[in-house]
């Protein structure tokens, strides 16, 4: 059964879209077919990948959750092998507010999906949903789409502190909607070692999700993966150039890390 | 007549919170009375100024958007002197889809400001508006309320991508709701010197600032504040103390290039 991985966080600029691009490619080069999805307006992972929505008329992810549109449809090769995306454009800001008397809105995501399966054209192995920086209904789509979740955390005392409200959040969806959603692990992004922060923040994180081991919450099993993703300025200039970071600079950090994190995260494969 | 600036961008993890505070801290050490509204659902303004918005029961920023309360109720002093506090909380979160058919929603926070200004206890030299990483209704209230822009930015490839969406965001604005609306300049946060890729951003943006001169555009005599914000991981520690850096870290890159920024916004002033 293919997993579906949400990469969330509400806090802004924590590598979410950095890590669903650079671990896809990574599981694409291990021979795991990925299909992306980005759900968020400002379209980074689509830009990431070097897609351009409008050059081909076909629809994006806006159309297929308020105009019924067929995920198949919107779906796209990108320049990697083994990687598909289904883009988003910038109407997908109003999806929100558009949606608000929709029966169901939560689940439009999910619904889509399962029609996308029916099609033996369109098998794969991962789907990675990059989410916007909030708990809003376009997060909720993913939450509701997805098997587990991935948390993106850079190391520092600001992004913690959203932390419980977002496992609050991924604990209602897998009470109300999704009962097989878990809290698959977190992913420290942007580490810089040479801090104290990064340090207090992990050890402050670890004992939180220690704490909760065996208390039967969807992230009761959790863990911070032990691959950190190290700071490192070729993550951040690859994007201009529409590629990954195995096509920009295979022997960087940025490569290793993401190489040893789609390591782990295959590893966790059938523990279903 | 008191400068409404209002910190925005919708790109997440780009300085924002951090500049607002700093900014804040370093305006009331040349002995301006500032009020700053957090206008961000995760509330890391209210945080990093230490303020705990639930221990003394008073209005937040939610009650005055959807309660008609009175700013003035909502307002706190904070260990810092000349800085006071209308704080966010998390409820912030559901303003945006609880007001969808109110009449007049992006404007409630300036009708608000409007009665706060009749009282003369309330006096103040600077209103700083701490947006989230969106240009939803939080952020067009922040717009609608404010006489200049400050756009923070990380002078990363993705964080450009938002800008010209964001600039259309404040024409709008200028055009519909709030006439006097111009952008300030761009504060150039988390500052790598060492990369290529800070430069390159920054002369793509000039470029761009440079072609839209005299062409009447509420951003047409914006500039690239002088003043860059180094990365420096003292920045990212003072919020875990409710501290601003010059408390923390009187000494830092972080308590130097906040000083500067401030000169730098100062010398603006009577430029009206
Ligand atoms: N390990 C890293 N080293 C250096 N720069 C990084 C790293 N990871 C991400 N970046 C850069 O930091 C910025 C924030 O990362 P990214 O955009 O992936 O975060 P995000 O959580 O998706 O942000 P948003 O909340 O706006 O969606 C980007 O400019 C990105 O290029
Ligand atoms: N100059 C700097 N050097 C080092 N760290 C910084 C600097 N400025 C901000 N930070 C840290 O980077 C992270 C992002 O900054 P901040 O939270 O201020 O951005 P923001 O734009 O307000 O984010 P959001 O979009 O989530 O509101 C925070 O953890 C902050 O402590
Ligand atoms: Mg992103
Ligand atoms: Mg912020």
Chains 1, 2 share one sequence.
């Not at 796209?76 to 083994?82: K, L, M």
């Not at 929709?102 to 192995?125: C, F, S």
């Not at 050890?203 to 909760?212: I, Q, R, T, V, Y």
Request: proline share 5%; aromatic share 4%.
């Amino acid at each position: 059964l293919p997993r579906h991985i949400a990469l969330i966080n509400q806090k802004g600029g924590v590598g979410k879209t950095t890590t669903t691009a650079n671990l896809a490619a990574a599981l694409a080069r291990a021979g795991r077919r990925v299909l992306l999805v980005d759900l968020d307006p400002q379209s980074h992972l689509t830009m990431h990948l070097g897609v351009d929505p409008a050059a081909d008329g076909k629809p994006t992810i806006y159309d297929v959750l308020t105009d019924n549109a067929a995920l198949a449809e919107a779906v796209r090769p990108t320049a990697v092998e083994n990687i598909r995306i289904a883009p988003a454009t910038i109407d997908l800001a109003a999806a929100e507010v558009e949606l608000v008397g929709v029966v169901g809105r939560e689940v439009l995501l999910r619904d889509a999906l399962a029609t996308l399966r029916a099609d033996p054209e369109a098998a794969y192995d991962y789907l990675l949903l990059d989410c916007p920086p909030s708990l809003g209904l376009l997060t909720l789509n993913a939450l509701s789409a997805a098997t587990e979740v991935l948390i993106c955390l850079q190391p520092h005392f600001l992004a913690l502190q959203g932390v419980g409200k977002l496992l609050e959040t991924v604990g209602l969806v897998a009470q109300r909607i999704n009962a097989s959603l878990t809290v698959g692990g977190v992913v420290l992004c942007m580490y810089d070692f040479g801090t104290k922060l990064a340090g207090e923040v992990t050890a402050d994180l670890a004992n939180f999700l220690a704490e909760s081991r065996g208390k039967g919450q969807p992230w009761s099993s959790a863990e911070i993966f032990k691959t950190c993703i190290r700071r490192n300025i070729k993550l951040a200039e690859c994007p201009s150039f529409g590629q990954v970071i195995f096509q920009y600079a295979p022997g960087s950090h940025g490569a290793q890390d993401y190489a040893k994190l789609a390591d782990e995260v295959m590893a966790m494969e059938g523990a279903g």
